[in-house]
């Protein structure tokens, strides 16, 4: 284990640790948003790794502070929306500032999870505004990975920028979706959670996801074609060019094989249904925890289908040793 694991194995114990701490004193008061923070955070760390303990990390966290602070004509100072508003201007802060480090790589297999988590939600979310965009999206995304892993000849520059594109796209919509349930809430909405362990299990999932739906909001954003107050319209249309030959380059050849392909959509597809049949967990956190996975892939470059597989085969070989 490197010297980093181990700083960051220290920092999520503390993370944790600090976590639980406030949890127990303000569980009836701050639960919610402390879930929340503790998932921006927690997902900061996987993302960034090494560079939580550089010092423009530490200056997003002082700049978030100022979440803290009440506003001009605040009658009633509410510290829950504070909170939230804090760690909000902190995933945002800090995507900004790192966007050049977390232009992550994707490929096929990216799109493919992507792909299984838009199929899902035609089926558990019920949304009227969704009723013919989400089977849109999805029909083409079906298209699109099917025609991928058909097609095993390396495909043109422009292609690699549309896919990038289009993951971005895909990923923030999903992205936004999960976070209606909690718009639902801070709007007063009547909202459908069952218990105050569904709350958390929102409030944290929501945090893990927020990060991430910083920084594709911010990759979007370099792709629009507006300029700057002191900028030119060429000068503006360059950056967007450079932008996209960015894209272009961490879209990874790899290629989907059929074999992985199913063997994919037997975790990631089989481990969703079975959530819906017996009800688990909410579904929103289900497609969530989805999200997360494919996350720590692409951020974090975890192998997490290496790893189920790898942890299957133990329980098998345990299994057939002691029959």
Same mark, same amino acid.
């Given at each position: 284990? $490197?010297? +980093?694991?181990?700083?960051?194995? /220290?920092?999520?114990? @503390?993370?944790?640790?600090?976590? #639980?701490?406030? =949890?127990?004193?303000?569980?009836?008061?701050?639960?919610?948003?402390?879930?929340?923070?503790?998932?921006?955070?927690?997902?900061?760390?996987?993302?960034?790794?090494?560079?939580?303990?550089?010092?423009?990390?530490?200056?997003?966290i002082l700049v978030s502070l100022t979440g803290l602070l009440p506003g001009?004509?605040?009658?009633?100072?509410?510290?829950?929306?504070?909170?939230?508003?804090?760690f909000t201007i902190f995933a945002m802060l800090l995507a900004l500032m790192?966007?050049?480090?977390?232009?992550?790589?994707?490929?096929?297999?990216?799109?493919?999870?992507? $792909?299984? +988590?838009?199929?899902?939600?035609? /089926?558990?979310?019920? @949304?009227?505004?969704?009723?013919? #965009?989400?089977? =849109?999206?999805?029909?083409?995304?079906?298209?699109?990975?099917?025609?991928?892993?058909?097609?095993?000849?390396?495909?043109?520059?422009?292609?690699?920028?549309?896919?990038?594109?289009?993951?971005?796209?895909?990923?923030?919509?999903?992205?936004?979706?999960?976070?209606?349930?909690?718009?639902?809430?801070?709007?007063?909405?009547?909202?459908?959670?069952?218990?105050?362990?569904?709350?958390?299990?929102?409030?944290?999932?929501?945090?893990?996801?927020?990060?991430?739906?910083?920084?594709?909001?911010?990759?979007?954003?370099?792709?629009?074609?507006?300029?700057?107050?002191?900028?030119?319209?060429?000068?503006?249309?360059?950056?967007?060019?450079?932008?996209?030959?960015?894209?272009?380059?961490?879209?990874?050849?790899?290629?989907?094989?059929?074999?992985?392909?199913?063997?994919?959509?037997?975790?990631?597809?089989?481990?969703?249904?079975?959530?819906?049949?017996?009800?688990?967990?909410?579904?929103?956190?289900?497609?969530?925890?989805?999200?997360?996975?494919?996350?720590?892939?692409?951020?974090?470059?975890?192998?997490?289908?290496?790893?189920?597989?790898?942890?299957?085969?133990?329980?098998?070989?345990?299994?057939?040793?002691?029959?």
């Amino acid at each position: 284990m $490197t010297s +980093i694991q181990k700083k960051t194995r /220290f920092l999520v114990i @503390l993370l944790l640790t600090v976590y #639980v701490s406030l =949890v127990f004193f303000f569980a009836k008061t701050l639960l919610i948003p402390l879930t929340f923070g503790f998932g921006v955070l927690l997902q900061s760390i996987f993302i960034l790794r090494k560079d939580v303990f550089s010092g423009l990390y530490v200056l997003c966290i002082l700049v978030s502070l100022t979440g803290l602070l009440p506003g001009r004509k605040e009658a009633v100072y509410s510290l829950d929306y504070h909170i939230v508003m804090s760690f909000t201007i902190f995933a945002m802060l800090l995507a900004l500032m790192f966007k050049d480090k977390l232009m992550v790589y994707i490929n096929e297999l990216t799109l493919f999870q992507i $792909t299984i +988590i838009l199929i899902y939600m035609n /089926f558990v979310i019920e @949304l009227p505004f969704l009723s013919w #965009v989400l089977p =849109v999206l999805t029909y083409w995304s079906v298209i699109f990975v099917a025609l991928l892993v058909v097609t095993k000849s390396l495909m043109h520059q422009y292609l690699k920028i549309g896919l990038y594109v289009w993951f971005l796209l895909i990923s923030t919509f999903i992205l936004l979706i999960q976070f209606i349930p909690e718009i639902q809430a801070f709007l007063s909405y009547p909202v459908t959670f069952r218990t105050k362990t569904d709350d958390m299990m929102h409030a944290f999932v929501a945090g893990m996801l927020f990060l991430p739906l910083s920084i594709n909001f911010w990759y979007l954003w370099e792709l629009v074609p507006l300029p700057g107050k002191r900028q030119s319209f060429s000068d503006k249309m360059a950056e967007v060019k450079e932008h996209a030959k960015e894209m272009k380059k961490k879209y990874s050849d790899y290629q989907l094989t059929w074999q992985n392909a199913v063997y994919v959509l037997m975790i990631q597809g089989g481990i969703l249904i079975i959530n819906h049949q017996l009800d688990i967990i909410p579904n929103g956190v289900a497609i969530g925890i989805s999200l997360i996975l494919v996350d720590l892939m692409v951020f974090a470059h975890v192998d997490v289908f290496s790893l189920v597989r790898n942890g299957l085969l133990m329980l098998i070989g345990r299994q057939q040793s002691t029959s």
